[in-house]
């Protein structure tokens, strides 16, 4: 059997901001599911200890890169198909949680957000719908947040950015599963990581990235679009957005009152694993 052949093959997935938490667990949990996985973040240290970490569970295959540059992303992803073959599977979950005040508004922290979360998403997308559409099939998803469906404290830009990928991620689903890639979007809430600790979500239930991880896992092998979970997380995040402005502002400063001030936490984020990280 030729080289390419084999390339053309293996089942091989794509997981940006991989370098930590729900990204890093989810790349375990893939290789367990049979993936080659190809590991995507600026922190080139965090992606090789990933892989010596994961050196008895699969094949991780380093290319650094910041989703955030456009000719960066497309050089990725010319180097998986000149070097690895075909995409099974692109899992876009780099993010950043900046926590934002009203008072205190910087200009800095809206453009690097939406930099990452929105941008850095349609750099990744575009070459991986080019690939896969040549291909002729694919799977890609797109990691959001139960933030996304309504305006929390704290979190104008992050909410913002996750609002816009739900919103694109419905737009995009007629055409392309007209050409044969299918879209997901996923929602995790109440995931404990360092990001999630930045921002004043209601309270939930907390799960282990490991936990998110099996869940997105589950849920990539559905036929459904969305996956949200804790579910009871999502579907309260939904119903709210339904109530009257002002049941619906005072709800959210009640459920959020026990959270600590914003700007005490600012100080946890990490270079890449905390402050560029899908939550």
Known sequence: MSGKAQKSEQKLAWVTGASSGIGRALVHRLLRDGYSVVVTSR??????DLQHEAAGEGRVIV??????????????????????????????NAGIAIPIRGDDLQREAFERTFAVNLGGVVNCLLPAVTHMKAQGHGHIAIVSSPAGYCGLPSSAAFG??????????????????????RLQIICPGGVDTTG????????????????????????????????????????????????????????????????????????????????????
Do not use: C
């Open 63 to 92: 290319l650094d890169g910041d989703v955030a540059d456009a000719e960066d992303m497309e050089r990725v992803m010319a180097a998986i198909e000149y070097d690895h073959g075909r995409l099974s599977l692109v899992v876009l």
């Open 43 to 48: 922190n080139h240290d965090k992606l090789v």
């Open 160 to 181: 913002a950015s996750k609002a816009a990928l739900i919103n694109m991620a419905e737009s995009l689903k007629f055409d392309l599963d007209r050409i044969g890639i």
């Open 196 to 279: 999630a600790a930045k921002l004043r979500f209601p309270k939930s239930s907390v799960l282990s990235a490991e936990d998110a991880a099996d869940r997105i896992a589950s849920g990539l092998k559905s036929r459904r679009f969305e996956i949200a979970f804790p579910r009871s997380f999502a579907f309260r995040a939904k119903l709210m957005r339904l109530l009257p402005y002002g049941l619906y502002f005072r709800l959210l400063k009640w459920l959020t009152a026990d959270k600590p001030d914003v700007g005490a936490r600012a100080k946890h984020a990490g270079p890449d694993g905390g402050s560029r990280q899908a939550v």
